[in-house]
């Protein structure tokens, strides 16, 4: 039940039969979305991939992210696991605190927040702009470029490389791991299995090295030493780790991805942009609005009626954050992009205890990305429309996406 | 979020929760600024009163 193979074939009605990898709602998941949202069974579900819930509306989805005690995060993958993984020398190390639960759960995130607040991010902003720069000297005098591969994609990855201290010259490799586990892996277990283990592996050297080597001002040394306050295991911080890799790369590469796809097609929204410096806060939230990377799961801890929906014990619930960031019941306009949208309250984040530890260093990444792109390549156009190839699932996004310029 | 919006009002401790900056009444002229972190705060967490 968890390849495409078994879960391939056409949908004819997605309220009861939805498919998160048909390639036509990778490519362009909201017609889909809205069609759900707007039938007389908002909370779709489907036996694909294992069974899941689908809530479409914002209302809905919001409730059930803060209703932690009934829908858990003891798994928060779109897919169920295979066998594999669950045995082996990491079997216990998971991804805190996105896969916690509370009582843990407060701890677990209570560690790795300061990291993220924004003054500690801050720091971040001149080393992003850097690297922004020194990737598009690489490919301006060409007047063409991937969007994708040959920017999005390596700008998060050094930042996070940079945040946890491990070498920026391993990022084509961290980029492969990491779309193991959360692209290629979702539909081919083999992929995802190996993936994690060389994820695992390497930090596990890493802690080695940071055990005999303590490093000052550096994340994996100060988690190691904060066993003072917390219980903090070695499987713990090998979590956050994890975590921080896999939660930190493909979103934000996503997000920066979609933004200059949007922006290629929208000369008025470059123009206003350069026009009016003023516009970033608004303009940046409304670009995570109306392209929300991420959709997350949760496990139905005990058997619950929830909106009329029978829900199960042992569950599978997707968190369609993009869904209800389009719902006309809390957004006017939902499928327009209004980069000075008053009204925003989008979760795009998530909402409840499991918000992103990591959006304000998020923020500052897409922000960061795109003014530099706009400074240095104020017009620009898609090579081919229909050749930009499309991630879906847990985090959605372009991959390939030609622009010329 | 809101220390985003509204720099003067709201900032953040070392945790990154928001804190509020400013004691008492609110000079009007942050007025829009306040209530448009309040539009935008995404766990729906700021009241004004007027
Ligand atoms: C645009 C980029 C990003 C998006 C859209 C995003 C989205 C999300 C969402 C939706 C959640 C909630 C998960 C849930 O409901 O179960 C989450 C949690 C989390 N994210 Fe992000 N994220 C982004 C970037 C980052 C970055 C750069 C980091 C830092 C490495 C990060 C670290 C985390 C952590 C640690 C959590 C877990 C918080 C908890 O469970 O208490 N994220 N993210």
């Given at each position: 039940m968890t390849t495409l193979e078994e879960n391939a074939g056409p949908v004819n009605d997605p309220t009861t039969d939805f498919n998160i990898f048909d390639p036509e709602f990778v490519r362009d998941p909201y017609p889909t979305m809205s069609e759900i949202r707007e039938?007389?069974?908002?909370?779709a579900h489907s036996d694909r991939w294992g069974g899941s819930w689908l809530p479409t509306r914002y209302q809905d989805v919001v409730a059930i992210a803060q209703e932690h005690e009934i829908f858990t995060s003891r798994d928060i993958v779109v897919v169920p696991r295979s066998g594999l993984g669950v045995e082996g020398p990491y079997a216990g190390v998971a991804a805190p605190p996105i896969s916690s639960d509370p009582p843990d759960h407060h701890w677990h995130r209570r560690l790795v927040l300061p990291v993220f607040a924004p003054q500690a991010v801050a720091k971040y902003e001149q080393t992003t702009r850097d690297f922004c720069n020194q990737l598009i000297d690489k490919f301006i005098?060409?007047?063409?470029?991937?969007?994708?591969?040959?920017?999005a994609q390596q700008i998060p990855v050094r930042v996070i490389a940079t945040l946890l201290g491990v070498p920026l010259e391993m990022a084509d490799e961290f980029t492969s791991w990491v779309r193991g586990v959360l692209e290629v892996g979702l539909t081919d277990p083999k992929v995802r299995f190996e993936s994690r283990l060389k994820i695992l592996n390497f930090f596990q050297t890493q802690l080695e090295d940071r055990k005999k080597n303590p490093r000052e001002d550096d994340l994996i040394t100060d988690l190691l030493n904060s066993g003072d306050k917390y219980p903090v295991t070695d499987q713990y911080v090998l979590g956050v780790c994890n975590l921080m890799l896999v939660a930190g790369i493909d979103t934000t590469w996503s997000a920066i991805g979609s933004s200059l796809w949007h922006l290629a097609g929208h000369p008025e929204h470059r123009a206003q942009l350069r026009a009016n410096p003023d516009l970033w806060p608004t303009a940046v939230e409304e670009l995570l609005r109306a392209y929300s990377p991420v959709t997350m799961a949760r496990i139905v801890d005990r058997d619950t009626e929830f909106q009329g929906c029978p829900m199960k014990a042992g569950d599978r619930i997707l968190m369609a954050y993009p869904a209800a960031n389009r719902d006309p019941r809390q957004f006017e306009q939902p499928d327009e992009v209004i980069l000075d949208r008053e009204h925003n309250r989008h979760v795009a984040f998530g909402s409840g205890i499991h918000r992103c530890a990591g959006s304000n260093l998020a923020r500052l990444e897409l922000r960061v990305a795109l003014q530099v792109w706009l400074e240095r390549i104020p017009e620009f156009s898609l090579v081919d429309p229909a050749g930009v190839t499309w991630a879906g699932g847990q985090v959605h996004g372009p991959r390939v996406c030609r622009v010329r310029f | 979020m809101c220390s985003i919006a509204a720099p003067e009002v709201f900032g953040s401790d070392e945790l990154g929760h928001a804190t509020v900056l400013i004691v008492g009444d609110l000079p009007a002229e942050l007025h829009a600024k306040a209530r448009r972190a309040q539009a935008n705060c995404p766990e729906d967490a700021i009241i004004i009163e007027e």
């Amino acid at each position: 039940m968890t390849t495409l193979e078994e879960n391939a074939g056409p949908v004819n009605d997605p309220t009861t039969d939805f498919n998160i990898f048909d390639p036509e709602f990778v490519r362009d998941p909201y017609p889909t979305m809205s069609e759900i949202r707007e039938s007389a069974c908002p909370i779709a579900h489907s036996d694909r991939w294992g069974g899941s819930w689908l809530p479409t509306r914002y209302q809905d989805v919001v409730a059930i992210a803060q209703e932690h005690e009934i829908f858990t995060s003891r798994d928060i993958v779109v897919v169920p696991r295979s066998g594999l993984g669950v045995e082996g020398p990491y079997a216990g190390v998971a991804a805190p605190p996105i896969s916690s639960d509370p009582p843990d759960h407060h701890w677990h995130r209570r560690l790795v927040l300061p990291v993220f607040a924004p003054q500690a991010v801050a720091k971040y902003e001149q080393t992003t702009r850097d690297f922004c720069n020194q990737l598009i000297d690489k490919f301006i005098a060409n007047g063409t470029a991937d969007a994708g591969t040959d920017y999005a994609q390596q700008i998060p990855v050094r930042v996070i490389a940079t945040l946890l201290g491990v070498p920026l010259e391993m990022a084509d490799e961290f980029t492969s791991w990491v779309r193991g586990v959360l692209e290629v892996g979702l539909t081919d277990p083999k992929v995802r299995f190996e993936s994690r283990l060389k994820i695992l592996n390497f930090f596990q050297t890493q802690l080695e090295d940071r055990k005999k080597n303590p490093r000052e001002d550096d994340l994996i040394t100060d988690l190691l030493n904060s066993g003072d306050k917390y219980p903090v295991t070695d499987q713990y911080v090998l979590g956050v780790c994890n975590l921080m890799l896999v939660a930190g790369i493909d979103t934000t590469w996503s997000a920066i991805g979609s933004s200059l796809w949007h922006l290629a097609g929208h000369p008025e929204h470059r123009a206003q942009l350069r026009a009016n410096p003023d516009l970033w806060p608004t303009a940046v939230e409304e670009l995570l609005r109306a392209y929300s990377p991420v959709t997350m799961a949760r496990i139905v801890d005990r058997d619950t009626e929830f909106q009329g929906c029978p829900m199960k014990a042992g569950d599978r619930i997707l968190m369609a954050y993009p869904a209800a960031n389009r719902d006309p019941r809390q957004f006017e306009q939902p499928d327009e992009v209004i980069l000075d949208r008053e009204h925003n309250r989008h979760v795009a984040f998530g909402s409840g205890i499991h918000r992103c530890a990591g959006s304000n260093l998020a923020r500052l990444e897409l922000r960061v990305a795109l003014q530099v792109w706009l400074e240095r390549i104020p017009e620009f156009s898609l090579v081919d429309p229909a050749g930009v190839t499309w991630a879906g699932g847990q985090v959605h996004g372009p991959r390939v996406c030609r622009v010329r310029f | 979020m809101c220390s985003i919006a509204a720099p003067e009002v709201f900032g953040s401790d070392e945790l990154g929760h928001a804190t509020v900056l400013i004691v008492g009444d609110l000079p009007a002229e942050l007025h829009a600024k306040a209530r448009r972190a309040q539009a935008n705060c995404p766990e729906d967490a700021i009241i004004i009163e007027e």
